[in-house]
């Protein structure tokens, strides 16, 4: 049995009253604890048109995470690859391994992140949104890492430098896809905990032995807030409950503060709808998140756990994971580590 390696999901959170900068000071200052706690890695979501996430531009920001820190792996959950032609995304990743050799992980997802008119106004046309495109444009992708002749141009940087690419999904298609080509798999289960287990199952049962593993590799992403207590944690996921309401009826805004989110006038549906997302996943004082994660980590038999941890203050999202390095990790087992992406 070995220690179960944990990683982090940061999506920038833009809070009441403060700046885009200031949540991306905030991520910066996340990473570096982060590193210093032993984390294995530290990935941002790509999301667009949202006022309450700042991480739109993940090679960007991993660029500067990577210069930030020296030795946690810095990556991308993910980039939302119908809103980028390949080789764009080939040079802005080849650059990124190339200053950072053996720290980057792309993680591509097929989704794009965001909502039909802004998907429009990122690729300018509709085609190749749909899930068909996906794995031609997957395989262009990596053609133009390995320097294939048949991706018909050099990406440069690119070509020769690859990062691991991970597949991300929310449901069984990029389970399946990522099974046959034989590539590390996180699932969402943060925002899908209902189809967490059927998309595992469809991914081991579908892998290959490629290049990149010997054995299947899957990482579970869950929401996690840890703090002293049960009730503070609960408290301190007020606003993130209160951001999916917000995000599942349309009406976008910057994280609220934990007393707005108490005092907002929920009516009885919402109130259900809201925190129902936050069913399965890990909330609580540092006895009650062992026992989720542990429960998760049974049930999903996750070869890695990536953390991400909506709240309002950088204190409390910091001491969220110094809790858990502390008193959760040392727990936290796998029966074999194996071989792994990066």
Not at 46 to 71: F, K, Q
Not at 96 to 107: K, S, T
Request: aromatic content about 6%; some cysteine; charged content about 20%.
């Amino acid at each position: 049995m070995t220690q179960v390696p944990l990683s982090v999901l940061d999506l920038s959170p833009v809070a009441v009253g403060t700046t885009s900068g200031q949540a991306l000071n905030n991520t910066t200052e996340l990473a570096k604890r982060t590193e210093e706690l032993g984390y294995r890695r530290f990935w941002v979501a790509e999301h667009h048109n949202m006022p309450a996430i700042a991480s739109s531009a993940p090679a960007v920001l991993i660029g500067h995470l990577a210069d930030a820190t020296s030795t946690i792996r810095v990556g991308s959950g993910g980039v939302m690859l119908p809103n980028h032609a390949p080789l764009v995304v080939a040079e802005q990743f080849g650059t990124l391994e190339a200053l950072h050799p053996g720290r980057i992980d792309l993680g591509i997802g097929r989704a794009p992140g965001t909502d039909q008119l802004t998907a429009l106004a990122l690729r300018r046309t509709m085609e190749g949104l749909s899930a068909e495109k996906f794995p031609e444009e997957l395989l262009d992708l990596i053609r133009l890492f390995a320097g294939d002749a048949r991706a018909r141009v050099t990406a440069t940087p690119g070509a020769g430098d690859m990062p691991a690419i991970w597949l991300l999904g929310s449901s069984g298609y990029s389970a399946q896809l990522a099974g046959m080509l034989g590539l590390p798999f996180s699932f969402a289960h943060h925002f899908s905990s209902a189809n967490t287990l059927p998309a595992l199952q469809m991914y081991r049962e579908n892998f290959r032995p490629s290049q990149w593993l010997e054995r299947p590799y899957a990482m579970v992403a869950v929401n996690t807030i840890c703090a002293d207590t049960d009730e503070r944690a609960k408290w301190l996921a007020g606003p993130a409950v209160l951001s999916f309401m917000r995000l599942r009826t349309g009406h976008l805004q910057p994280l609220a503060t934990p007393e707005e989110a108490a005092a907002y006038p929920y009516t009885p549906e919402e109130r259900e709808m809201a925190w129902s997302r936050f069913d399965q996943q890990a909330i609580g004082s540092p006895d009650t998140v062992r026992a989720q994660l542990s429960g998760l980590l049974e049930r999903t038999q996750a070869d890695e756990l990536m953390l991400t941890t909506m709240v309002y203050d950088i204190g409390d999202r910091i001491r969220s994971f110094e809790l858990i390095s502390e008193k959760v990790a040392p727990s936290l087992q796998v029966g074999s580590e194996g071989s792994q992406p990066g």
